[in-house]
């Protein structure tokens, strides 16, 4: 059975610093591109960064290029966002998935979802 757990959301001031993680279980984690997408309400899901298999290669929307970090720990089976001077509007549901196509940046080529995990930065 397929589950991506994310963890490690909450609420912290404009500036401030969280990071998520991603556990993974029941496919072959180490295989698959990682990726972070997150969703403000009323507006769409939007992609946030990705990850390669191998954790050497990365992608990162623009608003979030230079603040967020995303790693991997293959021997662990997690995915990691270290999310750093946040802003309110990076407010959102985080969710972490998984594909099958190298760095993948939109959601639909994207084969499994975590429930995500809820992120509040206050002015």
């Known amino acids: 059975q397929v589950q991506l757990v994310e963890s490690g959301g909450g609420s912290v001031q404009a500036g401030g610093s969280l990071r998520l993680s991603c556990a993974a279980s029941g496919f072959a984690f180490s295989l698959y591109t990682m990726g972070w997408f997150r969703q403000a309400p009323g507006k769409e899901r939007e992609f946030a960064a990705v990850i390669g298999w191998s954790g050497s290669n990365a992608v990162y929307e623009d608003s979030v290029k230079g603040r967020f970090t995303i790693s991997r720990d293959n021997a662990k089976n997690t995915l990691y966002l270290q999310m750093n001077s946040l802003k309110p509007e990076d407010t959102a549901v985080y969710y972490c998935?998984?594909?099958?196509?190298?760095?993948?940046?939109?959601?639909?080529?994207?084969?499994?979802w975590g429930q995500g995990t809820q992120v509040t930065v206050s002015s």
């Open positions: 998935a998984a594909s099958t196509i190298h760095i993948a940046t939109m959601a639909d080529e994207y084969r499994y």
